[in-house]
């Protein structure tokens, strides 16, 4: 059984108050692409949706061992809720917190339908769509860059994604809620590697069926 550290949620995060001019780092991630970093212990990574409804495919891996990563089950387990959000820590496969989302402007960001892929299109969508890129084929290009192989995906965080549980349990995938520049702001608890797949998308509304980029920022309080 898995043993979890303090991991409660909270909503009562003050929003840190945060100048992008004083990012340490600050890339524009193009429509469709994947993009990875390192975010050090106690640096705060910031994504925006510059132009609302993007889906931000996410995941997180421990950059000291990569076998640990971010573990939705335990994530949605520890904090006994299915979104993310404000307070949400990020749990990893060994029941330690990887981060805490410290600020969020949108209020809901899925764990739980994982990634889109070539062959998911497929079924869902039909035969005609089988030669369309994906975020598992993005992440499958970026973690081959860190040494990993397409074992290593895991479910992942899709950010600014809306994904409301139905009542007979099923999940919708329907327009997402996020606004023009809205952003969420991640706390590292470890030296993590983020891994992001900036959703090619275009067969379900999750990104309004029009990928747009997203920028990233991260910000070291330590060098303020």
Known sequence: MTTFETVAPSRFFAAPALDAAAAVYD????????WSRVVRKGQILRIID???????????????????????????????????STGTRLISNMGR???????????????SAGACSCEANTVRFGHHTRYMHACREN???????????????????NFFMNVPIEADGRLAI???VSSPGDHV????????????????????????????????????????
Request: with cysteine; charged share 15%.
């Open 185 to 224: 702001d991640i706390l590292a608890a470890m030296d993590v590697i983020a891994v992001i797949s900036n959703c090619p998308q275009v067969n379900n509304p999750c990104n309004g069926f029009n990928p747009t980029p997203v920028r990233v920022l991260v910000f070291d309080p330590s060098v303020a």
């Open 97 to 111: 917190v990887m981060a805490t989302v410290v600020a969020d402007t949108c209020g809901r960001h899925d764990t």
């Open 27 to 34: 890339f524009l991630i193009p429509a469709n692409k994947p």
């Open 50 to 84: 510059l132009e609302g409804q993007q889906a931000v495919d996410t995941l997180f891996y421990n950059a000291q061992d990569t076998s640990e990563r971010y573990s939705a089950q335990d994530t949605i387990q520890a904090q006994n809720a299915p979104y993310v």
């Open 139 to 157: 992440f499958i290009i970026e973690v081959a860059r860190l040494g990993m192989t397409k074992r290593d995906i895991v479910p992942n965080i």
């Open 174 to 176: 329907v327009d997402g």
